[in-house]
């Protein structure tokens, strides 16, 4: 697995003209960001970038996946999906516990965080109601309050909740 994976997802046309998007990427250094159309399922996506961060973390390591772009680029849709097409979060939280039920000679502990930073705040998106956290200017973790273990209930609350 690269320590850095840089991906761009073209979401399809709206119905209105928008300006034209460029159909190739090119990246910096050795590497090839992945480039996905319109037409890219959120399966496609998580297969090719989502995937080995979840095989990372299921191996121990820690592992982030971000969504950038501006308003209604697509980032949840792609994060969340829809029933035909579900996003990368429930695919990553199905690939999560499956493991876990296959592997008997081993325990799991998860432990997840999910926060937005919009306008210069960080928001705790696991936590109910409107919940900053502080930014601090360190090298330091952003320690989310919704950061807590999850059992194969909580897989389903977390679902819902996308």
Do not use: W
């Amino acid at each position: 697995m690269e320590k850095i994976s840089v991906a761009v997802r073209f979401r399809p046309p709206n119905p209105t003209p928008t300006p034209a998007v460029p159909s190739s990427a090119s990246g910096g250094g050795d590497r090839e960001p992945h480039v996905f159309d319109g037409a890219a399922t959120n399966a496609r996506v998580y297969g090719a970038v989502v995937r080995s961060v979840i095989r990372a973390a299921i191996d121990g390591f820690n592992g982030t996946v971000f969504a950038y772009g501006q308003t209604s680029s697509g980032k949840t849709y792609t994060k969340s999906g829809a029933d035909a097409d579900p996003g990368t979060i429930p695919l990553a939280v199905r690939d999560l516990f499956d493991t876990a039920c296959q592997a008997v000679d081993r325990e799991f502990l998860f432990r997840v965080s999910y926060t937005e930073i919009y306008n210069e705040d960080i928001n705790d998106l696991l936590t109910l109601g409107s919940h900053k956290l502080p930014i601090c200017d360190s090298s330091e973790v952003i320690e989310s309050r919704a950061k807590n273990q999850m059992d194969s209930g909580d897989a389903k609350f977390v679902f819902l909740t996308l």
